[in-house]
């Protein structure tokens, strides 16, 4: 429901009081818009008369603690808007409650009136109405005097008040218009920096681009974390052919891969829409940062290691593996295979030295998973086969998990096959064996079936894969 004609009329005060002596009047001061606002929120909001308070709260006594959807109280929209005194008077001699509420920001009217410019009067009235609230926080770890002392404007009289401490004595004419003159000197140095940084901020951003595309050229994925799919950049950087000389605007206008970069900044960037609340900034910052982090391509390595609660090590072995595995395709793109050998060293001596060592491409390491029953040995190897298979590493995401009855037979000769099938089976995967200390534990049955055959049959295959 969007807002009733009798939200609107509290706008313009005249028309509602009139307004108010219809039978209507009181079936309307109870309707909620689709913030959840009743006719007592706007007129509060718009620092309307106490007689305006007045009629609102006859036609509707239970308006004074009636919340919105963000659970502000018309007293929080009264501290919040710089309602006139005689508004919170009222509103607190009918629901004295209303002091000690918070909204779902954890902030309480004091809060609110603190942050945006109450008056000394307005402030006082809701300390006196409940005292504790000076040392109270909100949800952002901040009390009323450090809502009044994050606003430069505030005045020194709510913040003495806020500190507990007896209020400064009035200011002459004079040193009003000299606070004034120290505030437009202040707001005039503050234009100047914003306008010196304007400036800088297009030379910044072309250098932050330029930086981005020769990121994408050697270590695409790294992208993904910005929000950028490395694919969609290169498939943007082949058409970018108007370009001025240092790869950038030209006619002010950015080409087609700039347009992707600055996409994704702005995907990122969380921007605070239809705030009704001035005092709600830190949270919706807050909220707009995590809807921004779901949105963008997807890392599908990444995916997979976030997966994987703690194991910190393992995650940075598998990105260690991830960034080898592409410096050496970086420096097989540089030297081709083609290259003959005699020179290939003089080929190699123009590589930058982190590109010159002549290391293949990593391959997967054998692995031992070691832990208590049930702490995820197995599906943290599960995951790894994707993860390897993803990164090039292996040629099939296999995994082939097996424990000693699938490798060891009654006689050697049948362990042998077994464990030679199994291997067979499991190449260019992942061959997971279940509790594999087992294999050289001695059983009744040790002059029938061993697990010794098992394991040299594991390691010659070991050492012709080398």
Same mark, same amino acid.
């Given at each position: 429901?969007?807002?009733?004609?009798?939200h609107?009329?509290?706008?313009?005060?005249?028309?509602?009081l009139?307004?108010?002596?219809?039978?209507?009047?009181? &079936?309307? @001061?109870?309707?909620? #818009?689709?913030? =959840?606002? /009743? %006719? $007592? *929120?706007? +007129?509060?909001?718009?620092q309307? !008369?106490?007689?305006?308070?007045?009629?609102?709260?006859?036609?509707?006594?239970?308006?004074?603690?009636?919340?919105?959807?963000?659970?502000?109280?018309?007293?929080?929209?009264?501290?919040?808007?710089?309602?006139?005194?005689?508004?919170?008077?009222?509103?607190?001699?009918?629901?004295? &409650?209303? @002091?000690?509420?918070? #909204?779902?920001? =954890?902030? /309480? %009217? $004091? *809060?609110? +009136?603190?942050s945006?410019?109450? !008056?000394?009067?307005?402030?006082?009235?809701?300390?006196?109405?409940?005292p504790?609230?000076?040392?109270?926080q909100?949800?952002?770890?901040?009390?009323p005097?450090?809502?009044?002392?994050?606003?430069?404007?505030?005045?020194?009289?709510?913040?003495?008040?806020?500190?507990?401490?007896?209020?400064?004595?009035?200011?002459?004419?004079?040193?009003?218009?000299?606070?004034?003159l120290?505030?437009?000197?202040?707001?005039?140095?503050?234009?100047?920096?914003?306008?010196?940084?304007?400036?800088?901020?297009?030379?910044?951003?072309?250098?932050?681009?330029?930086?981005?595309?020769?990121?994408?050229?050697?270590?695409?994925?790294a992208?993904?974390?910005?929000?950028?799919?490395?694919?969609?950049?290169?498939?943007?950087?082949?058409?970018?052919?108007?370009?001025?000389?240092?790869?950038g605007?030209?006619?002010?206008?950015?080409?087609?891969?700039?347009?992707?970069?600055?996409?994704?900044?702005?995907?990122?960037s969380?921007?605070?829409?239809?705030?009704?609340?001035?005092?709600?900034?830190?949270?919706?910052?807050?909220?707009?940062?995590?809807?921004?982090?779901?949105?963008?391509?997807?890392?599908?390595?990444?995916?997979?290691?976030?997966?994987?609660?703690?194991l910190?090590?393992?995650?940075?072995q598998?990105?260690?593996?991830?960034?080898?595995?592409?410096?050496?395709?970086?420096?097989?793109?540089?030297?081709?295979?083609?290259?003959?050998?005699?020179?290939?060293?003089?080929?190699a001596?123009?590589?930058?030295?982190?590109?010159s060592?002549?290391?293949g491409?990593?391959?997967?390491s054998?692995?031992?998973?070691?832990?208590?029953?049930?702490?995820?040995?197995?599906?943290v190897?599960?995951?790894l086969a994707?993860?390897?298979?993803?990164l090039?590493?292996l040629?099939?995401?296999k995994?082939?998990?097996?424990?000693r009855?699938?490798?060891?037979?009654?006689t050697?000769?049948?362990?042998?096959?077994?464990?030679?099938?199994?291997?067979?089976?499991?190449?260019?995967g992942?061959?997971?064996?279940?509790?594999a200390?087992?294999?050289?534990?001695?059983?009744?049955?040790?002059?029938?079936?061993?697990?010794?055959?098992?394991?040299?049959?594991?390691?010659?295959?070991?050492?012709?894969?080398a």
């Amino acid at each position: 429901m969007t807002d009733t004609t009798l939200h609107e009329l509290c706008k313009g005060f005249g028309a509602l009081l009139s307004r108010s002596k219809q039978p209507i009047f009181i &079936e309307e @001061a109870s309707r909620l #818009n689709d913030r =959840g606002n /009743l %006719p $007592l *929120h706007a +007129a509060c909001s718009f620092q309307a !008369s106490q007689e305006v308070i007045d009629a609102l709260l006859k036609a509707y006594p239970g308006g004074a603690s009636q919340p919105n959807n963000v659970g502000n109280l018309p007293i929080h929209q009264a501290a919040m808007w710089q309602a006139p005194v005689d508004t919170i008077e009222l509103l607190l001699s009918r629901y004295p &409650e209303g @002091a000690t509420v918070r #909204n779902q920001y =954890g902030s /309480l %009217p $004091l *809060h609110m +009136a603190a942050s945006n410019q109450s !008056s000394p009067e307005a402030v006082k009235l809701l300390i006196d109405a409940y005292p504790d609230s000076l040392h109270l926080q909100n949800d952002d770890g901040m009390t009323p005097l450090d809502l009044a002392l994050a606003d430069e404007s505030a005045s020194e009289t709510v913040v003495a008040l806020l500190e507990g401490r007896p209020p400064p004595p009035e200011l002459s004419r004079r040193q009003k218009a000299d606070k004034f003159l120290e505030r437009a000197d202040a707001l005039e140095r503050k234009l100047g920096s914003m306008r010196d940084a304007g400036g800088r901020q297009h030379g910044d951003l072309r250098e932050a681009i330029q930086a981005v595309r020769k990121l994408a050229d050697r270590f695409p994925h790294a992208l993904y974390s910005a929000g950028i799919d490395p694919n969609e950049l290169e498939i943007a950087l082949s058409n970018s052919a108007v370009e001025d000389g240092n790869g950038g605007y030209r006619g002010g206008r950015p080409n087609e891969a700039e347009l992707v970069i600055l996409d994704a900044v702005k995907r990122r960037s969380p921007v605070v829409r239809g705030a009704i609340n001035k005092n709600f900034s830190a949270e919706s910052f807050r909220d707009g940062a995590m809807n921004a982090g779901s949105s963008g391509p997807r890392d599908r390595v990444e995916d997979l290691l976030a997966s994987i609660v703690g194991l910190d090590h393992i995650k940075s072995q598998v990105r260690g593996i991830r960034r080898s595995t592409e410096i050496a395709d970086l420096r097989e793109s540089l030297i081709p295979n083609s290259v003959p050998q005699t020179r290939m060293g003089a080929a190699a001596s123009l590589l930058p030295p982190a590109l010159s060592d002549e290391s293949g491409r990593p391959r997967a390491s054998h692995m031992v998973f070691v832990g208590n029953p049930g702490c995820g040995k197995t599906a943290v190897a599960r995951l790894l086969a994707k993860t390897y298979h993803e990164l090039g590493i292996l040629r099939k995401p296999k995994f082939l998990e097996v424990e000693r009855m699938d490798l060891v037979g009654r006689t050697p000769q049948q362990t042998v096959a077994k464990s030679v099938e199994v291997l067979e089976e499991a190449r260019g995967g992942i061959l997971f064996i279940d509790e594999a200390y087992t294999l050289a534990m001695s059983t009744k049955r040790q002059k029938a079936e061993s697990g010794v055959d098992a394991i040299g049959e594991l390691i010659r295959g070991i050492d012709a894969a080398a």
